[in-house]
């Protein structure tokens, strides 16, 4: 267990939530023939265009792209944590309201917030993820 982190059960004022998170997913999904449309009108990466170094979150257009395509695989070359935070947003989001309903245990963050290690472990994650992108020459 992570100190910081506390559970408990899921309770009726939680359902607005979950019907908040499943609106989204289905707005999302409902977006998914327009996806090469709107790719279209995304910036260039201000980032990118400055230091010439793909940013944190180059990538992830193409890897939506590459999803609303049915190709997950091209999605995780593109952008593997965009892939897998869309992938894990919409799982989340189909199953929080039977999820509230059945009364299953929701995560709660203490006072003072996750420890120094669990950051320091997100944030070595991070740089992993951006290191794979400046490699891959994203």
């Known amino acids: 267990m992570i100190s910081g982190l506390s559970w408990r059960r899921a309770e009726r004022t939680d359902r607005s939530l979950a019907l908040v998170l499943l609106a989204g997913a289905a707005g999302a999904a409902a977006l998914l ?8 009108l995304a910036p260039p990466c201000p ?7 793909p940013c944190p979150g180059c990538g992830a ?16 070359a593109w952008n593997p944590l965009a892939t897998l935070g869309l992938a894990g947003g919409f799982l989340v989001a189909a199953l929080a309201v039977p999820w509230v309903e059945a009364r299953g245990p929701v ?4 006072e003072g917030g996750l420890p120094t290690w669990a950051r320091a472990l997100a944030a070595a994650g991070l ?11 994203v």
């Open 33 to 40: 023939p327009w996806v090469p449309l709107l790719a279209r």
């Open 47 to 53: 980032f990118h265009a400055w230091t010439g170094l």
């Open 61 to 76: 257009t193409r890897a939506v792209l590459a999803l609303s395509a049915g190709d997950p695989a091209a999605a995780l």
């Open 107 to 110: 995560p709660v963050l203490r």
């Open 127 to 137: 740089a992993a993820h951006w290191g794979w992108l400046v490699v891959r020459g």
